[in-house]
């Protein structure tokens, strides 16, 4: 069965500090697609990164990058120099190349402080 | 381009009512699909339409109807709302087809629903 487990909760950051998010999949497949995606208190999902497993290099996108460790199945998320506006829950995805749907964990909140 | 739209942004149902939440996207998408989000549990789907003229279920479909009424819609019917379908409804949609990992999903900005 396919899975992501984000066992984070919550996090705290200081503004200006960098900050990584958890995230842990489960599945069978050999290709497959990470994603994360932010939802901030206005409710709505943007996307923020993608890392396909056969990528040879870890994802990067702005100051958001992605530490793929594939043998021990973890894509957490590295936010550098936190901004107050990244407060926000972040979400963990997974999509296989044998299906069609998108499979996300629980989500972590993140809270950045001044 | 508004990207993907979503109609009402908010509803209050009582139990046994009915009603469809619309969803519409102009990114000339083929894949799209309906979520619920639930507190401490994520997004999970209901159902979605990889291609035109084309729906299955997803983990959670049970209570639920859709129509991919053309490539650009696809909508939600709820047929007799229950309690347990107090959510926050997301549409989303995709570019390409089924068997592709790199396949971005773009949301809609939610339906936030209360059945009493």
């Known amino acids: 069965a396919q899975k992501i487990t984000q066992t984070q909760p919550g996090m705290f950051v200081q503004e200006k500090e960098a900050v990584t998010l958890d995230c842990t999949y489960d599945t069978s497949d050999q290709s497959y697609g990470l994603f994360w995606y932010k939802q901030p208190s206005s409710g709505e999902m943007i996307f923020l990164i993608y890392q396909g497993s056969y990528d040879e290099q870890n994802a990067t996108e702005g100051r958001y990058s992605l530490n793929f460790q594939k043998a021990r199945k973890s894509a957490n998320l590295v936010i550098s120099a936190s901004q107050l506006g990244d407060s926000a829950m972040y979400f963990c995805a997974m999509r296989t190349y044998n299906t069609d749907k998108l499979i996300f964990g629980t989500g972590t909140r993140l809270q950045v402080f001044p | 381009n508004a990207g993907v739209t979503q109609t009402p942004k908010f509803q209050v149902l009582k139990t046994g009512q009915s009603m469809t939440l619309q969803c519409a996207q102009d990114m000339n998408h083929n894949s799209m699909y309906w979520y619920r989000q639930d507190p401490g549990m994520g997004l999970r789907l209901i159902y979605y339409?990889?291609?035109?003229?084309?729906?299955d279920k997803g983990e959670v479909p049970n209570g639920y109807n859709v129509s991919r009424l053309n490539k650009r819609e696809f909508s939600l019917r709820l047929e007799s709302a229950a309690p347990s379908q107090t959510s926050v409804y997301f549409c989303?949609?995709?570019?390409?087809?089924?068997?592709?990992?790199?396949?971005?999903?773009?949301f809609g900005p939610g339906t936030r629903l209360t059945v009493l």
């Open positions: 339409s990889a291609s035109e003229g084309t729906t």
């Open positions: 989303a949609s995709s570019e390409l087809n089924s068997g592709a990992t790199r396949d971005t999903q773009y």
